[in-house]
């Protein structure tokens, strides 16, 4: 069986990281383990004791209003790690700013943050990130849409910068597997990390506008040829949901899982398998020689991407974070950043 030795180095890093996360000890076994130099787990047990009942108590309410808020506070989670670091930097909210780039035009969800900061302020004033209140919140609506727990690390804090040129470096979509690769690395994050946190679009939806390329693009004959190719009868669908561009309407999101919109779960990866996937990132995931052996492990062990989607997050939440003693503050109104 060819793909065999792969699978096995495929498993024998996963379980190495998941043991390394879990335990500190299997983290200094580890040596070069990514998983180093985690922040802890227990820094507001003293100072904001209830902070996880809140953070879970307000979510719920939210997810249970729109479930789609869910998808969208775990996108804003990875927009604000993906470049400068977990520092709730997507969250200022001024000219200029990575929430006003054009990246960010889709994103959602700031509500939700706001409003847990707001009932967090009340009890513990000034105690609490807003970077740690998204990771959580994050992980929370992960779980409510059955995705897997993990326990979250805090200590981040709040950066007192934001610029809108940092924002349209994140991935749109129309970027080779190598830039993926690229960009993953030079944020810590490997192929494997990358192709399981891309799983993320098991759930959530895309503007018709982000895939109006892959949908309606013609090539030289006339005809439409998304590459990488998508399925006859998917390619149909989407071309008539996506025909009117009433800006805003409902109409106008498509789900990014065609079959399980809904649920978090490996079957995105199946869908790619079957051409149905709707960014050309995602579908190309599956059509790159370097990619698609981890996908396929995905698709035959579904609980493998339960086991390191985790992982993966908890690394992503650690990009970068500002933890040292004069790094960032905590911010009281996660829009603004503190006057003083
Ligand atoms: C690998 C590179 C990635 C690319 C190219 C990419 C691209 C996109 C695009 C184009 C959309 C649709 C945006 C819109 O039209 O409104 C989207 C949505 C989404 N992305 Fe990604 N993404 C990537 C990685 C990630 C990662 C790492 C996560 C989280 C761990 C993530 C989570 C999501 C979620 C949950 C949505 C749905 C948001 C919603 O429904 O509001 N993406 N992504
Ligand atoms: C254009 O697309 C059609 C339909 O997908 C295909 O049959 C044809 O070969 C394509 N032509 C070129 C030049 O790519
Ligand atoms: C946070 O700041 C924004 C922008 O100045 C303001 O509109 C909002 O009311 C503030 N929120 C709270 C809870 O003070």
């Known amino acids: 069986m060819k793909s065999f030795p792969f699978l096995l180095t495929l498993v024998v890093l996963i379980i190495s990281a998941s043991a390394s996360a879990s335990s500190p000890l299997f983290s200094t076994l580890a040596g070069t383990s990514p998983l180093d130099n985690l922040l802890p787990f227990n820094y507001y047990h003293q100072s904001c004791p209830t902070l996880e009942e809140i953070i879970n108590k307000k979510v719920k309410e939210w997810v249970a209003k729109d479930y789609t808020l869910a998808a969208s506070l775990l996108r804003l989670h990875f927009h604000d790690c993906a470049v400068t670091g977990c520092d709730a930097s997507i969250l200022l909210n001024h000219e200029g700013s990575e929430r006003r780039a054009e990246a960010s035009k889709t994103l959602r969800g700031f509500q939700v943050i706001d ?154 990866y199946a869908n790619l398998q079957k051409k149905m996937g709707l960014l050309s990132t995602d579908q190309m995931l599956y059509s790159d020689s370097r990619t698609r052996p981890i996908v396929n492990t995905l698709i035959q062990d579904p609980s493998i991407f339960r086991n390191q989607f985790w992982v993966s997050m908890v690394k992503l939440g650690n990009i970068q974070v500002l933890s040292g003693q004069n790094e960032g503050e905590i911010r009281t109104n996660c829009s603004v950043v503190n006057s003083y």
């Open 115 to 268: 409003d847990i900061k707001a009932e967090v302020e009340k009890l513990y004033p000034a105690t609490v990130s807003c970077a740690d209140i998204l990771t959580a919140a994050t992980r929370d609506a992960t779980v409510l849409l059955g995705g897997p727990y993990w326990m979250v690390h805090y200590g981040r804090k709040d950066s007192r910068v934001s610029n809108a040129k940092d924002a349209d470096m994140v991935p749109h979509g129309r970027e080779s597997i190598t830039t993926l690769i690229e960009f993953f690395q030079s944020r810590g994050l490997n192929v494997i990390d990358l192709v399981v946190l891309s799983g993320a679009h098991t759930i959530g939806r895309t503007a018709c506008d982000s895939i109006q390329h892959r949908v309606h693009g013609l090539n030289g004959t006339g005809m439409p040829t998304p590459n990488p190719p998508i399925d006859d009868h998917y390619l149909d669908f989407l071309q008539r949901k996506c025909r009117s561009c009433a800006p805003d309407s409902e109409s106008n999101y498509v789900d990014l899982d065609a079959t399980t919109p809904t649920t978090f779960d490996a079957q995105f």
